[in-house]
């Protein structure tokens, strides 16, 4: 169901918030996260809604670069900072919850490891045509992966969000929509979810395909709606197919530098996802979708001196076919910025990521993803 842009992005101060704020949440049950005293930053600045107007700040994963990703603790804290989305993964248990988590596989984002009465649930599975070793959520009951606890999927890099470790449960689609119902009345302005569908025919050939209790979690909360704060994304392309029919919310099409949809390398077509980039891939998605989430590098590639280069025609070619461009993930670690826009040589200091925003934004996406929403509400506020 194609439908027309919809959503206007609220400016928050994001600044007033802080990285620092410390979103508590009990690690032996499924209590709500705590509430902090943030008035400051539920105060509206009229002029900066304006000057963002309809640019969304989607929170990737919530807010991944100050929380381990997608906890009800990430969540809120890109909500706090100004996002007007939150972004849950969809994966599924193995009694058809759907939960939120970046892969199937929980061994790189969870304490999994460390129990001893799921050692024997390890093995290795064919994930999208590779081998991958590891523990996975369908075989897992819901109640089982409430004992698990999140960990820092990139420690390394983000040392300090290792502090966090062990103390916060993996949510379902439902908790996440009550948490966005909660904030959207106490910060008063509406937060939105961007869920996306995870390997859909890896899920769907195992008997568990997402798609319907994903409708079915939407119609229960009155959100398979128009006007409803919700997009919905995927890699593949046959699955935003099927809810096109079902969904009237917009779907958006993700996009890679590399590869194929994996429906597509399973049916045996050929095309890739430069195909589905290209000025008639982009006609063709519009038929299905309302906008496209490419790899940002498909919107502004790197040059041969590591600078960011000429923008492709990609943005100007999805806004004629009527699509909205909201390109991802804009991080603030040197490691994941373009070497001109780097601090120093240590892949964890922060970057100059407000100028690899502006340079998106002058190409003209409509949207983006980020791991720091309180550096990219500030960057779209300027």
């Known amino acids: 169901m194609k439908l027309s842009r919809q959503f206007v992005a609220i400016g ?3 600044l007033t918030v802080g990285a620092a704020l410390v979103v508590p949440q009990v690690s032996g049950g ?8 943030v008035s400051a930053a539920t105060q509206h600045d009229a002029s900066s809604a304006q000057r963002r107007d309809r640019f969304v700040v989607v929170g990737h994963r919530g807010a991944s670069g100050y929380r381990p990703e997608h906890t009800l603790a990430s969540y809120e804290l890109a909500a706090r900072m100004g996002a007007d989305f939150v972004e849950p993964d969809l994966v599924t248990t193995k009694d058809h919850v759907l939960v939120t988590r970046h892969e199937p596989e929980i061994g790189g984002t969870t304490d999994v490891a460390a129990h001893p009465e799921f ?4 093995k290795t599975k064919i994930l999208d045509g590779v081998a991958l070793t590891g523990w996975f959520t369908e075989d897992f009951t819901l109640k089982e992966l409430k004992t698990l606890r999140a960990t820092e999927r990139i420690p390394a890099i983000r040392q300090h969000n290792t502090v966090f470790n062990g103390r916060y449960q993996i949510p379902t689609l439902q908790e996440v929509i009550d948490l966005t119902k909660r904030l959207s009345r106490e910060l008063d302005r509406p937060i939105g979810i961007y869920p996306e569908t995870k390997h859909p025919t890896y899920f769907q050939l195992q008997g568990l395909a997402l798609e319907p209790e994903l409708v079915k979690v939407l119609n229960r909360n009155g959100l398979n709606r128009s006007d409803a704060k919700v997009y919905v994304q995927s890699f593949e392309v046959a699955n935003l197919k099927a809810l096109d029919k079902q969904l009237r919310v917009p779907l958006v099409q993700l996009t890679s530098s590399v590869g194929a949809p994996y429906d597509f390398v399973v049916a045996g077509d050929k095309r890739t996802y430069a195909d589905v980039v290209s000025a008639r891939g982009l006609r063709d998605v519009a038929r299905y979708a309302d906008g496209v989430g490419p790899s940002k590098d498909q919107v502004i590639p790197v040059d041969a001196t590591g600078k960011l280069g000429t923008p492709t025609p990609l943005v100007r070619d999805a806004h004629k076919a ?3 461009v909201h390109p991802y993930t804009f991080r603030v670690e040197n490691s994941f910025l373009p070497p001109n826009l780097r601090s120093s ?5 922060s970057g100059n990521l407000f100028a690899e925003i502006a340079a998106y934004r002058k190409a003209g996406i409509d949207g983006l993803f980020s ?4 550096i990219a509400v500030a960057a779209t506020s300027e």
């Open 30 to 37: 499924s209590a709500p996260v705590g509430q902090q005293d």
């Open 12 to 14: 928050a101060s994001a």
């Open 322 to 324: 009527g699509l909205v």
């Open 119 to 122: 050692a024997g649930r390890k």
């Open 371 to 374: 791991d720091n929403a309180d």
């Open 345 to 349: 040589t240590v892949a964890s200091d």
